[in-house]
């Protein structure tokens, strides 16, 4: 009987017509649109390998996320990556999965090509637990091994809560005190749909400051330190979103008496729209330099820890009519990661500054992202404003009161040793200063 059935079976796929019906022609339809649309959606990959090796990277919010792909990428390319996070505890455990992973893509790799010289697939368990021990994947406990893989892939953790002006000086202080120079800041951390209007310690609304705010303090804060690299990288993560944002110009950072009602949303937009312009304009002032100053959108992305407070998860059943949609049409945090590798790691844009990338092309912004006196009125309200906030000392010069440099403590030594040759000078004051620095602006940390 079973023989039977099987030659029926047969039979029927044998006399069968795929012409008959069109319903595998749809099939084959539908698929192939997902599949083209799934191809289009996910983003040019980063078009090169390039390493970084020894290079001092910094990426803020890497503990999940884009952040977090975008360490592992530039880990995995030789970088020493220092992880910048408010929650350490998630930071420790990323920079040790990040570690333990790289670590056992070299022991597979390893393996591939030990199998390979051998003529065999498997290489001898010998062979195998010598490779362990020369990455250092994990120790006896199946815990990342610090001593050994710390020597293989460079990735560490530091406290950083960008809702504090304080803590950004504190990071910047520590960060130049133990680095000779940094030769890439990454500002990728931010928070999206706050649902509830919530000021800082510093008494700026939590998206202006984390998102803008205080990426653009630690920016200026790191300069003196990014100067000393041969090509030193600013990369500032903005969004899609920036389309839709709007901005005073008599008020860009929307603090005054006639500041518009909070949104959410619209927080997020213009914010991430702020971002870009100041990218615009501090890449104008820096031009003369050794550092570029650009910033890219990730795309929409999808299994980030930004999408919690999105109105998309405010109910199961939203969250599951929504999940197909979202798998089609966003990107994962690989994908949404490739723009800013590129920036970080091609030599081909060691001289490219200024300018806003999308799927790892520069891609062109909204009117308003464009607006250079927008840009320049922006630039100087955040650096008035910062003035304020952190008790910097401003020395205007005469000439050119809009090049304004935030240096360390370092180069405010540097300048004293400078000038112990000449006579001593009267106590500083805001006339004096102006007067002895009338070609340039300078805003003076005191740490």
């Not at 999408?307 to 939203?318: D, E, Y």
């Not at 809009?402 to 030594?413: G, Y």
């Amino acid at each position: 009987m079973v023989i039977g059935s099987m030659d029926e079976i047969t039979s029927l796929f044998d006399e069968a017509d795929p012409f008959k019906s069109w319903w595998p022609a749809i099939a084959a339809a539908v698929v192939g649109i997902i599949i083209a649309v799934r191809a289009i959606m996910s983003g040019q990959r980063c078009p090169n390998d390039n390493q970084i090796r020894d290079q001092i990277v910094i990426v803020t919010g890497a503990n999940t996320g884009i952040g977090f792909e975008i360490a592992k990428a530039l880990a995995g390319r030789g970088g020493h990556v220092i992880l910048a996070c408010r929650n350490m505890e998630a930071a420790e455990k990323a920079a040790a999965i990040i570690k333990r992973e790289l670590s056992c893509q070299v022991l597979k790799d390893t393996q591939k090509a030990a199998a390979t010289n051998d003529g065999t697939k498997d290489p001898p368990s010998s062979s195998s637990s010598s490779v362990n021990n020369d990455t250092g994947a994990t120790n006896g406990n199946g815990n990342d091994a610090d001593t050994d893989g710390g020597n293989m892939f460079f990735v560490e953790a530091r406290y950083l809560d960008l809702r504090s002006f304080d803590n950004v000086q504190r990071f910047a202080r520590k960060i130049m005190a133990e680095f000779e120079r940094i030769d890439i800041l990454i500002n990728n951390a931010g928070i999206i749909f706050d649902p509830v209007k919530t000021n800082t310690t510093d008494g700026f609304e939590q998206h202006l400051q984390v998102n803008y705010m205080a990426p653009f303090l630690l920016s200026h804060l790191l300069l003196p330190h990014l100067k000393k690299s041969p090509n030193g990288r600013i990369i500032n993560v903005s969004a899609h979103s920036h389309v839709s944002a709007k901005m005073d110009f008599d008020d860009p950072l929307n603090v005054g008496t006639w500041a518009t009602k909070f949104h959410a949303r619209d927080a997020f937009s213009h914010s991430k729209l702020a971002v870009l312009l100041a990218t615009r304009w501090m890449a104008k002032e820096l031009k003369d330099t050794s550092i570029t100053v650009n910033c890219c959108t990730p795309g929409l992305v999808r299994g980030t820890s930004h999408l919690r407070s999105s109105p998309l998860m405010s109910a199961f059943c939203v969250r599951v009519m929504t999940y197909p949609w979202m798998w089609m049409f966003m990107k994962n945090p690989s994908q949404g990661a490739q723009s800013a590798i590129r920036l970080a790691t091609d030599p081909k844009l060691k001289h490219v500054t200024g300018e806003y990338f999308n799927d790892c092309e520069i891609a062109v912004s909204s009117p308003l992202g464009q607006d250079k006196e927008l840009a320049k009125k922006l630039y100087q309200q955040t650096m008035r404003i910062l003035k304020i906030a952190t008790k910097l000392e401003i020395d205007k010069g005469e000439e050119k009161e809009n090049e304004i440099r935030i240096a360390s403590a370092e180069e405010s030594k540097a300048a004293t040793a400078a000038t112990s040759a000449t006579p001593t000078p009267p106590p500083p004051s805001s006339s004096s200063a102006s007067s002895t620095s009338a070609d340039t602006s300078n805003i003076q940390q005191r740490w």
